[in-house]
T-cell receptor, first 111, second 113 residues
């Protein structure tokens, strides 16, 4: 059964800190891995990763995929209070086209 | 970018009534839409996959007669919660697939009294 596991489940940091969120997966037919940010409403898309070793970057956020070790990380540098949210990692199954979500990491950035 | 809308954003209803939620992809055509449910402090749980012009595929444990899904066009899918009960109170989110990425609607908060 396909599975996605995120760690840590929650994290509290101060503004300016750098954080690394982890996502590991076990899938039978991998297609891509996606990161989302969820605040009070529905998730907003951050990154889609399909190839190993290629870093995707958007401002202070970056992410990379390791298909050999079956994990991905999401880095946030110089965190701000507006980064406080739940970060969701999901694997897009090549078999079904469905997203399989991890439990999410709740990040709180204190001023 | 791809935009998905949901309506209504929030609904309060009495137990036993039915509630319809609409999901629209505004600037792209989505052959597949997905419906999720999210309880507080939990991740998204897939309820069903909706393909245009065909019957929805429901996940294990989701009652198809209670959660009616209609995908009438490439830009619209609807979820009807029939005879809603308080335990159906949740955050319902749809997503529309471009084939490579899923884009989420803003969600509908349902409260059944």
């Amino acid at each position: 059964e396909d599975k996605v596991v995120q760690s840590p489940l929650s994290l509290v940091v101060h503004e300016g800190d750098t954080v690394t969120l982890n996502c590991s997966y076990e899938v039978t037919n991998f297609r891509s891995l996606l990161w989302y940010k969820q605040e009070k409403k529905a998730p907003t898309f951050l990154f889609m990763l399909t190839s190993s070793g290629i870093e995707k970057k958007s401002g202070r956020l970056s992410s990379i995929l390791d298909k050999k070790e079956l994990f991905s990380i999401l880095n946030i540098t110089a965190t701000q209070t507006g980064d406080s949210a739940i970060y969701l990692c999901a694997e897009l199954s090549g078999n079904t086209g469905k997203l399989i979500f991890g439990q999410g990491t709740t990040l709180q950035v204190k001023p | 970018g791809a935009v998905v809308s949901q309506h209504p954003s929030r609904v309060i209803c009495k137990s036993g009534t039915s509630v319809k939620i609409e999901c629209r992809s505004l600037d792209f055509q989505a052959t597949t839409m997905f419906w999720y449910r999210q309880f507080p402090k939990q991740s998204l749980m897939l309820m069903a996959t909706s393909n245009e012009g065909s019957k929805a595929t429901y996940e294990q444990g989701v009652e198809k007669d209670k959660f009616l899904i209609n995908h009438a066009s490439l830009t619209l899918s609807t979820l009807t919660v029939t005879s809603a009960h308080p335990e159906d109170s949740s955050f319902y989110i749809c997503s529309a697939s471009t084939g490579e990425t899923q884009y989420f609607g803003p969600g509908t908060r349902l409260l059944v009294l």
